[in-house]
C-alpha cells in the first residue's frame, strides 16, 4: 500500500467520531438546547422562578464542574461545546422544582465529575452523565428528590403514576397531561412541548429515530400487553407514554450518541430494550417512573448490541 494510503487510513482510525469534532458537538448541543426552550418556558409557565433557580444552579455548576476537571486533568478548555449546559439542564428537568439547593449543587457536581470526567470526558462515559447525577442523588436522598414530598406549590396536581399505582386507572386516566399539569420532574412533565423539541431534533437528524422509536415502541408495546391481560388496573399505552420522564428519556437521554449503539438494528434494539425495562420497572418495581433506571440498564447492554455486525454476502 502506498505511504499516502496507509497515512489516510491511519488518520481515519485515529480521527474522533463524528459527533465529537468540536465544530460538530457544539452546533448539535445549541441544537439540543433549541428543543429543549419549549419545555423550559413550559416549566417556568408552570413551577415559577423555584423552576428558575433550579434551572440556572444545574446549569452553572455543570459547567464549573467540568471546568474544573479539566484543568486539573491538564486539558484546554472546553466548555463552549456547550455539552456541560446540556447535561445540566436536562439533569435540572429531573428535579423537582422546588428541591433544596443543595441538591442542585450536588447534582450535576457527582453527574459531571463522576458521570463523565472520570471516564475520560465527552464520548468515553459509558452511562449518561446526567441520569448518574440524578440516579445517585435519588438512592441518597430519596425524599428530597421524589417531586410529590417537595413540591409546595402543586396543590392542585397530581402525579398520575402514584394515582395509577395506588387508585387504579379508572382514578388516573381523567388527568390532563400534554400540558405539564403533573407532579413530575420540573421539565419531565412538559410533554407537548418536550415532543414537539424532540420531533425536531429527529427530523433534522441530530438524533437517531431508530433510537427514539424503538423506545416508544418498547413503552407502548409492554403497556399494551399489560392494559389487555388486566383493563381494569392497567393504563393505556398512550399514558404511559404521557408520564414521568418518557418523552425526556426517549429523545433526550438515551439516544446520547456516547453511551448509544452505531448502526439502526442496534439502535433499535437498544431504544426497545430502554423502553421494555421502564413498563417492567412501572408494573413489577418499587420506582413509579423507571424511566432514568431503564436507561442506565440500557447503557451497559449497549456494546453488547453494538457487537451485531451483518455479516457480508455470501457468507454463512
Known amino acids: 500500500m502506498p505511504a499516502a494510503a496507509q497515512s489516510s487510513v491511519l488518520l481515519a482510525m485515529s480521527a474522533p467520531p463524528y459527533w465529537h469534532c ?6 448539535q448541543s445549541l441544537m439540543t438546547l433549541a428543543a429543549l426552550l419549549p419545555a423550559v418556558i413550559g416549566a417556568v409557565w408552570t413551577w415559577g422562578l423555584p423552576a428558575v433557580r433550579v434551572m ?9 464542574t467540568e471546568a474544573a476537571c479539566q484543568k486539573l486533568m491538564g486539558r484546554e ?3 463552549d461545546d456547550y455539552t456541560a449546559v446540556c447535561s445540566g439542564l436536562l439533569l435540572s428537568f429531573m428535579l423537582p422544582a422546588d428541591a433544596p439547593w443543595w441538591i442542585a449543587v450536588m447534582a450535576p457536581l457527582i453527574a459531571i465529575s463522576l458521570g463523565k470526567m472520570a471516564f475520560g470526558g465527552l464520548g468515553a462515559n459509558p452511562v449518561n452523565t446526567s441520569v448518574v ?10 425524599l428530597f428528590m421524589e417531586p410529590n414530598a417537595v413540591q409546595l406549590n402543586a396543590a392542585s396536581m397530581v402525579d398520575p403514576l402514584v394515582r395509577l399505582k395506588f387508585f387504579g386507572w379508572a382514578d388516573a386516566g381523567s388527568i390532563p397531561l400534554l400540558l405539564g399539569q403533573q407532579i413530575s420532574g ?3 412533565g412538559q410533554v407537548g412541548a418536550l415532543f414537539l423539541g424532540g420531533s425536531l431534533l429527529a427530523a433534522r437528524g441530530i438524533i437517531r429515530w431508530q433510537i427514539a422509536l424503538g423506545f416508544f415502541a418498547g413503552v407502548a408495546g409492554l403497556a399494551a400487553l399489560f392494559c389487555m391481560s388486566s383493563p381494569a388496573t392497567d393504563a393505556s ?6 408520564t414521568g420522564s418518557v418523552m425526556l428519556g426517549g429523545f433526550f437521554l438515551i439516544p446520547d ?13 437498544y431504544g ?11 408494573k413489577y418495581g418499587i420506582y413509579l417512573d423507571g424511566v432514568p433506571f431503564a436507561i442506565l440498564l440500557a447503557n451497559l447492554v449497549a456494546p453488547l448490541l453494538d457487537s451485531i455486525r451483518p455479516k457480508p454476502f455470501g457468507v454463512r
Open 272 to 282: 426497545l430494550l430502554g423502553g421494555a425495562l421502564v413498563m417492567t420497572i412501572r
Open 133 to 142: 447525577g440524578w440516579a445517585v442523588l435519588f438512592v441518597s436522598f430519596p
Open 237 to 242: 399505552p398512550l399514558f404511559h407514554l404521557c
Open 22 to 27: 468540536g465544530r460538530t458537538v457544539r452546533r
Open 186 to 188: 420540573l421539565g419531565a
Open 77 to 79: 478548555l472546553a466548555i
Open 56 to 64: 440556572s444552579l444545574c446549569v452553572a455548576v455543570a459547567v464549573l
Open 257 to 269: 450518541p456516547a453511551n448509544a449503539p452505531s448502526r439502526p438494528l442496534p439502535m433499535f434494539l
